[in-house]
């Protein structure tokens, strides 16, 4: 399998008191897999820690796709530094990837009911830049919040 241009974006709230270098202990093993320096990227704008928020922007080259383990261990090493929940997406910037698997998002949570809530929540993100044109922002948010409240299926019971 070939190597794609690929992004890992994220914009992440950090736990308060939350330390620069507990978010480089969390990154660092991924860093180092794609051979990238954690001050590097810090000094050139890939990685920022401001505001109790955590934002990246790291280029790597990758398989592209749902599976990488790479990544599921990132997903677990942040959720220790991660206010909840939060995701991340894994973006393959070619062309001649699978396209379904252009956009992969991991989620971030200590448990699985964070990692649920982080799920819902990007989908209902990734559903607003579609239906809100439609609906308008006000009707929007009120979908939104209806699906926040509707009782949640269990994971056995929804595959």
């Given at each position: 399998?070939?190597?794609?241009?690929c992004r890992v974006t994220a914009t992440i709230s950090l736990k308060d008191g939350v330390t620069d270098d507990e978010v480089r202990k969390a990154l660092e093993p991924?860093?180092?897999e794609h051979n990238l320096d954690f001050d590097e990227q810090v000094c050139v704008g890939?990685?920022?820690i401001t505001d109790g928020k955590l934002c990246l922007h790291l280029d790597v080259f990758g398989?592209?796709?749902?599976?990488?383990?790479?990544?599921d261990e990132l997903a677990e090493r942040l959720a220790a530094v991660v206010d909840g929940w939060g995701w991340f997406e894994f973006v393959?910037?070619?062309?001649?990837?699978?396209s379904d698997a252009a956009r992969t998002p991991y989620?971030?949570?200590?448990?699985?009911?964070?990692?649920?809530?982080?799920?819902l929540e990007y989908g209902i993100e990734r559903m607003a830049e579609w239906v809100r044109p439609i609906?308008?922002?006000?009707?929007?948010?009120v979908v939104a919040t209806q699906i926040v409240a509707l009782p949640r299926v269990a994971t056995e019971t929804a595959k």
């Open positions: 399998m070939s190597s794609h241009n991924f860093l180092d890939n990685i920022e398989d592209g796709g749902y599976a990488d383990n790479n990544l393959d910037d070619d062309l001649s990837g699978d989620f971030i949570g200590l448990d699985e009911n964070a990692q649920e809530t982080a799920r609906i308008g922002d006000d009707a929007f948010e």
